[in-house]
């Protein structure tokens, strides 16, 4: 069974600056795809960054940007230029052959000014 | 389009009492689940639909059940209520094989049991 795990409950950082949240996940699996989702306190789920598992290429949006090491099962996202409205629960999701997410257990970012 | 939808947004629920969640989406998309968020932790899934009228259990299925008898809705029932399923639960969607791969999620309904 695949799992995802966050190691870190919680981060901080200053504003403008940029901080890495880690992720790991376990497969045998090939093909899938790894995403990012953003949850700030209206709960709402944003999806931050996706990255298929079989582009070479480290996905980027904007300010936010993955480090994606499939040999060693790793994702971690990097956000840029941190802002006040980055502060939020993320969590890293992993979708192999069947259309269901795994959840990882979440990383609290607060951005302080 | 409105996306997902999901109705109520909060409720407060008596040990033994039962209801249903709604969830609506009018993207016609094929795929619908529901999760629910326990505090502090990330999503469980414990049911999803591939279709009309198909229906199966995910990770945590147990005092809940599922009808899909349209594309659009996708309620979840809970029949016996327990303080164990205080939770917030999220709806979402995804048309499989689509290009994205991005499951759209709903607002959430934060349920308490008392």
């Known amino acids: 069974a695949q799992t995802v795990t966050q190691s870190q409950p919680e981060m901080s950082v200053q504003e403008a600056e940029t901080v890495t949240l880690s992720c790991t996940y376990d497969?045998?699996?090939?093909?899938?795809?790894l995403f990012w989702y953003k949850q700030p306190p209206s709960r709402q789920m944003i999806l931050v960054i996706r990255?298929?598992?079989?582009?070479?290429q480290n996905a980027t949006e904007n300010r936010f940007s993955v480090n994606f090491q499939k040999a060693a099962k790793s994702f971690s996202l990097k956000i840029s230029d941190s802002q006040l409205g980055d502060t939020a629960m993320y969590f890293c999701a992993f979708k192999g052959l069947t259309d269901k997410l795994i959840f990882g257990t979440g990383t609290r970012l607060q951005v302080f000014p | 389009n409105a996306g997902v939808t999901q109705t109520p947004k909060f409720r407060i629920l008596k040990i033994g009492q039962s209801m249903t969640l709604q969830c609506t989406q009018d993207?016609?998309?094929?795929?619908m689940y529901w999760y629910r968020q326990d505090p502090g932790m990330g999503l469980k899934l414990i049911y999803y639909s591939v279709g009309a009228g198909i229906t199966d259990k995910g990770e945590v299925p147990n005092g809940y059940n599922v009808s899909r008898s349209t594309t659009e809705d996708f309620p979840l029932r809970l029949e016996l209520a327990a303080p164990s399923q205080t939770s917030v639960y999220f709806c979402a969607s995804i048309l499989a094989g689509g290009p994205n791969n991005e499951q759209f999620f709903g607002p959430g309904t934060r349920l308490t049991v008392l």
């Open positions: 497969t045998s699996e090939s093909n899938y795809y």
């Open positions: 993207m016609n998309h094929n795929y």
């Open positions: 990255q298929e598992a079989y582009k070479q």
